[in-house]
């Protein structure tokens, strides 16, 4: 166990890992071994182990990474211009980290790798230079891909089939010793921040194994029966080294990861680039429950799971250790000197030196649609208990193009596959700005449901298509009339995404309007549309169809079905709205110490045997719920109230600011006559273009272009020139229905 997380109670005989004391050391019961088999099953069923010629196939093409990077360093050292016996000497050195390193990977699965190099080898010139036209060079390598400008730059290939992404370290050291430890401080003395960045991979992964309980370090395995295929390799000779271990003593915290995983991936919020959370964030959060719970099997650590964070006091952090200045000043989270740190809704600690936030893209729209998540999930695992559902049940795919009345689809195109390929990661990187920008905009009004996968359509090879779902604000009645306009933040966001550094000719974007009804029906499975609503979705829909007026009462729909822009008895949705609105009402961050711990039992956990089926009294649900309570209230109070506008957004501020037209802040505005110039309405306008005023991707009539053609050409040519539209109108009446107008 790594000492970073251990702490002692005040009379030396109580110890937990992670900054609180655990709220439960019940072991299991015969239900929570029966279930807890079948979860196993159910995750092997859906694939999520890899076999053993896989395994091995990893193992020897990180070995022959581990080669090649060698041979780099020793041919740039030579090419400086250092001695003979430098180059001898000279040397890199590759380590594991992420969902690979954890031991939660699937078969076809990225492996993320470090490569470490010393001072003189530089990120640009040599890795991204000599290294990448080394690796360009040899058949093995294919779809080799660099970024060096992403905020963690990386180079992305396939070798041998095996997908990975390679990122880079140059170290303060002249010579990379082959036991080198990156767990140690010393390793980020005179670091650039890239390369802490980087460096941070490895730090955080080894630092959540040393702080998760009843767990060995392996660096691979996979499941054989009752047993785990262990691996290692012999950089010299490549060749694998091959032995078993009990599964008894890694599964937990492995089972339950992969069960979140494969969770949050069928429920559509499995996507750190999306503003959802990622598989680091995913393993914070399941190793902090394994903190709280260090005796549960898996089927009880995934109930706890939704249990705790359904309660979760947002945007208190979940963090596994304490956070440490350290001795290098490097920056680490702290709303109370960091402005930005406020803005923050959902902070996920790292446990590693220099302590970030690891879920900074959580957005609030985001962090409802979260939230409502885990509150399914807890009501699904309570079923569970009672014999009323089962895994299926919880793993159940979340019907997204059922969900909503009306989606934003973002298009894009290219000439080329590479192109293709690059266009599409510099937009999927850029979409989560397009929610911030909305709910920014709308005040809050217009909450976005961005999926995070992309869909493509096998008649266009050179596209493909991302979707939003829009709906107004739930637990928010929606005024008579009620409109948005929202042309203008998509103007503002189609600018910021041209703005592309690398853009080539052919390179191009489109956001349009669709209904429910019109969606291109290349989104569906097999391409075929579905004839009637998913069971999921007509439960969804019979539950919205009663609707509170402005006078109290309940009031039936006149069409009897759900609107999306005016659903006011959503009881999930509203307690999910509900967190995220006392987000600003909350006092300030005002310490990071790990406030006061209640005495336990007495008893260490190391001597709890976590296969006991005997239950302590603290396992009561009264005592339980309690400690919940304390756990997610604190030990820390809350950030200082939100500024109005992200910071990450200012950087659009000069943009905004150039047009007066756009103004300092989106206005509302009346766009009754396509010839006036816009003016301060009563009410916002949610209105789109016909599809004529531009080249789309898809023919598809019910697709209306969002923002009219005079104000693209506007930021191109300072032409502020009108030009005649047509406009569809979504008006929200005092019931929450949408009513379709066109001028």
């Not at 005989?13 to 029966?34: C, K, M, N």
């Not at 080198?180 to 941070?200: K, T, Y």
């Not at 979707?467 to 948005?484: I, T």
Request: hydrophobic letters at 35%; glycine letters at 6%; a neutral charge.
């Amino acid at each position: 166990m790594g000492s970073a997380g251990l702490s002692n109670h005040s009379n030396g005989q109580q110890q937990w890992l992670g900054i609180t004391e655990s709220i439960s050391l019940s072991g299991p019961t015969e239900f929570d071994v029966a279930k807890s088999n079948e979860l196993e099953k159910y995750l092997q069923d859906a694939g999520l182990y890899e076999n053993q010629e896989e395994a091995i196939c990893r193992e020897q093409v990180l070995g022959r990474l581990d080669q090649i990077v060698k041979i780099w360093v020793k041919t740039i050292t030579r090419a400086k211009g250092f001695n003979e016996q430098v180059v001898q000497e000279a040397n890199a050195k590759i380590f594991t980290f992420g969902s690979y390193r954890l031991g939660v990977h699937g078969p076809g699965a990225d492996i993320d790798v470090l490569c470490v190099g010393p001072r003189y080898a530089t990120r640009d010139d040599d890795f991204f230079g000599e290294l990448h036209k080394m690796l360009s060079k040899m058949p093995e390598v294919t779809e080799l891909h660099p970024v060096p400008g992403a905020h963690v730059p990386v180079m992305g290939f396939k070798f041998n089939g095996v997908s990975m992404d390679l990122l880079y370290a140059n170290l303060s050291l002249w010579v990379i010793p082959e036991d080198l430890d990156l767990s140690q401080e010393s390793i980020l003395q005179n670091a650039d921040e890239q390369s802490v960045r980087s460096l941070n991979g490895c730090r955080v992964t080894s630092q959540i194994l040393n702080l998760v309980p009843n767990f060995q370090v392996l660096d691979i395995n996979f499941v054989d029966k009752d047993r785990i295929f262990m691996f290692s390799f012999d950089l010299t000779s490549g060749f694998p080294i091959i032995g078993y271990i009990s599964i008894s003593e890694l599964q937990n915290f492995r089972t339950t990861l992969r069960c979140m995983k494969l969770w949050a991936k069928r429920r559509g919020i499995y996507s750190n680039v999306a503003g959802f959370l990622g598989g680091i964030n995913w393993a914070l959060l399941v190793a902090r429950i394994c903190q709280l719970y260090p005796n549960a099997l898996p089927n009880m650590l995934v109930s706890r799971f939704f249990r705790v964070y359904t309660q979760w006091r947002w945007p208190n952090p979940v963090m596994l250790c304490e956070i440490r200045e350290g001795s290098l000043g490097l920056k680490i989270w702290d709303p109370r000197i960091h402005p930005k740190d406020k803005n923050h809704l959902m902070p996920i600690i790292t446990p590693a030196y220099p302590c970030m936030n690891s879920s900074y893209n959580v957005s609030s729209s985001t962090l409802r649609i979260m939230t409502e998540e885990f509150q399914r999930g807890g009501e699904i695992c309570e079923d569970m208990e009672a014999k009323k559902a089962d895994w299926d049940t919880l793993f159940e795919c979340y019907p997204f193009f059922e969900a909503y009345k009306n989606y934003l689809q973002i298009d894009i195109s290219a000439e080329n596959p590479d192109d293709l390929r690059n266009w599409k990661g510099w937009v999927n990187s850029r979409l989560r700005q397009l929610t911030l920008k909305i709910e920014r905009d709308t005040h809050g009004m217009l909450q976005c449901h961005p999926h995070p996968g992309d869909f493509s359509n096998k008649s266009q090879p050179l596209h493909c298509s991302y979707f939003m779902g829009l709906q107004h604000k739930q637990g928010v009645p929606a005024k008579e009339g009620e409109q948005f306009d929202i042309r203008l933040t998509i103007a503002e966001f189609k600018h910021s995404v041209n703005m592309y550094i690398q853009r080539k000719h052919g390179m191009n974007i489109f956001v349009t309007h669709v209904k429910r009804r019109n969606l291109p029906a290349f989104v569906f499975p097999g391409g075929v549309r579905p004839n009637c609503p998913s069971k999921v979705t007509r439960v969804r829909m019979q539950s919205s169809e009663l609707r509170i007026s402005g006078h109290g009462q309940a009031e039936k729909s006149q069409e009897g079905t759900v609107a999306v822009f005016g659903d006011n008895n959503d009881r999930k949705r509203k307690q999910a709205e509900d967190s995220v609105d006392e987000l600003r009402n909350f006092k300030s961050f005002s310490s990071l110490s790990s406030g006061n711990r209640e005495s336990g039992n007495g008893k260490s956990i190391s001597e709890i045997n976590p296969l006991l089926t005997a239950t302590d009294t603290s396992s009561s649900k009264e005592a339980e719920k309690l400690g919940i309570e304390n756990i997610t209230r604190g030990p820390y109070n809350a950030h200082q109230a939100f500024s109005k506008e992200p910071n990450e957004l200012e950087n659009d501020l000069e943009y905004r600011n150039n047009d007066k037209d756009f103004g300092g802040n989106m206005k509302k505005v009346n766009l009754n006559s396509p010839y006036s110039e816009p003016t301060v309405a009563a009410k916002p306008v949610f209105s789109q273009k016909e599809t004529s005023c531009s080249t789309h991707i898809y023919s598809n009539e019910s697709l209306e272009e969002l923002e009219p053609t005079e104000l693209t050409a506007s930021l191109l040519t300072g032409n502020h020139a009108r030009v005649p539209q047509r406009k569809s109108i979504i008006r929200f009446t005092s019931l929450g229905k949408a009513a379709d107008k066109s001028s």
